[in-house]
């Protein structure tokens, strides 16, 4: 099975196509996220893994935008903890280091690790499994990178020091992308997890509109986990509401909570239901 | 006036400083957002600017956290357009050029560019303004920058092309903290702009909560703009709501709907009302 994301091999998402789909799925890199969409939508690859929302940075709204611009279903999520290692060729000692290659948001979360260690020189590099690539490649002396573990176990490079980033409560959700009608997937251990259905709708700027709208949920003791709200581009003052609810959207409440909120909305799509991460 | 803002001078953020307080408002830069709040709450700055959220990127949440941890008052906001500007020292003609340095969401964000000129390298930075900085300082032959036209200026640069980002619609919306209980700042321009006000509450998880919750602002016909949630830390199934609605909090209706919220919430926190943007 292949599948599109964005990044290098060795990338987060990498880890959350293992996740989802196990070690045999190829992972098919995109250096843009619509990049990907449209691999899928052209029949390239058999889906796509793509972030959604990062605990610290939050919603990648330009996933949410790519993906009510194509007709795929949400099949999947997943967690990945985001856990920067510093990584180098095997045989460099950490008393050895000199330079610190990694992305600059990478280089950022570990502000603690480079206050402890003045003598260690940080330089912002393209990509944090780039990074891994480049310094298995070039070998600059005394060089190390942060990235993942993935990404050391992808360039056979040595992990030195792991979990160097200052906040543990980094965590990306990401979500498999299948083709329109596709059922829901599997994930190892999920089973007995919660189900979850995202969906997207607009209301028109009255006041009330969003708690009418969500009169269909509360008046079915649907419960709603995630809710957030988007300026409808082109239209101004109108809204769209991207929400996640608990529940499949063929149980009964839900499908009757969804029929009801498509007469209160201008626009509803059910982008899918998976078990939650 | 000095003003706390994250990033070098020639940032964004400063630019977001000049909109809100003019140009003699003396910015202060830090290296993470967390200190520039700390510079505020300890006296060494009247003010800070930190950017809300972004229209392609979303939320930033690190710093809606940061407004809970601290005391302060959203006094005003201003909306930047994120305009990326190939920046060189003065007699770098376009011709001569090699190599490009800049953040690299800066890069990611004209590609348009840099795929119609492969023969222009592009080399990522730590930091858009510093890269300006650097080219200026070090004077790498047929190096050019990627940052704003306000760091052109900042380290007298030339501008070889301006907008060379591939989407126009990136706009960051700032805001600007003061201690807390002051009064809402008059921004030039903005004197005819409808009233906002930003709050924070939290419900139990109980299916409705925010159903019921919202019920407060539309029986008085108050208007939502912005509602997004988040799951509180520590508390598994409980969540945060922040919301900007449009109004005063001192306007009848929206006091008596937060008077109405604070009776149904499990907390409530007005952060500001302010003149939108």
Redesign the interface.
């Known amino acids: 099975m292949k599948v599109a994301f964005q990044g290098e091999l060795g990338a987060f998402s990498q880890q959350a196509i293992q996740q989802l789909l196990g070690t045999r799925a190829q992972p098919v890199p995109h250096?843009?996220f619509d990049q990907a969409f449209a691999a899928l939508k052209a029949g390239k690859v058999d889906s796509a893994v793509i972030p959604l929302?990062?605990?610290?940075?939050?919603?990648?709204?330009?996933n949410y935008d790519l993906l009510l611009k194509y007709p795929f279903t949400i099949t999947a999520e997943t967690s990945v903890r985001v856990i920067h290692n510093l990584i180098a060729p095997p045989g460099v000692t950490f008393r050895s280091l000199q330079t610190v290659y990694s992305?600059?948001v990478a280089l950022?979360q570990c502000?603690d690790f480079f206050a402890k260690y003045p003598r260690i020189q940080r330089v912002?590099?393209?990509?944090t499994a780039g990074s891994v690539k480049m310094v298995m490649e070039d070998r600059p002396a005394g060089a190390a990178a942060i990235a993942s573990e993935l990404a050391a176990k992808t360039y056979n490079a040595s992990i030195l020091k792991r979990g160097i980033e200052d906040d543990r409560?980094n965590f990306t959700r990401f979500c498999l992308l299948e083709t329109e009608g596709a059922k829901p997937h599997a994930v190892p251990g999920a089973s007995k997890r919660p189900w979850k259905t995202s969906l997207v709708f607009s209301t028109k700027?009255?006041?009330?509109a969003?708690?009418?709208s969500?009169?269909a949920?509360?008046l079915r003791?649907?419960?709603?986990?995630?809710?957030?709200?988007r300026p409808l581009?082109g239209k101004p003052?109108e809204?769209l509401?991207y929400l996640d609810l608990i529940g499949r959207q063929d149980d009964p409440a839900v499908h009757n909570a969804l029929h009801h909120l498509a007469e209160l909305a201008d626009f509803l799509r059910i982008l899918g239901s998976y078990r939650s991460a």
């Open positions: 250096q843009r929302e990062n605990t610290l940075a939050g919603s990648v709204h330009e992305h600059p950022n502000l912002p590099f393209y990509d409560q700027n009255v006041p009330g969003l708690f009418r969500l009169s949920l509360a003791d649907v419960n709603l986990i995630k809710i957030e709200s581009r003052w809204y509401f």
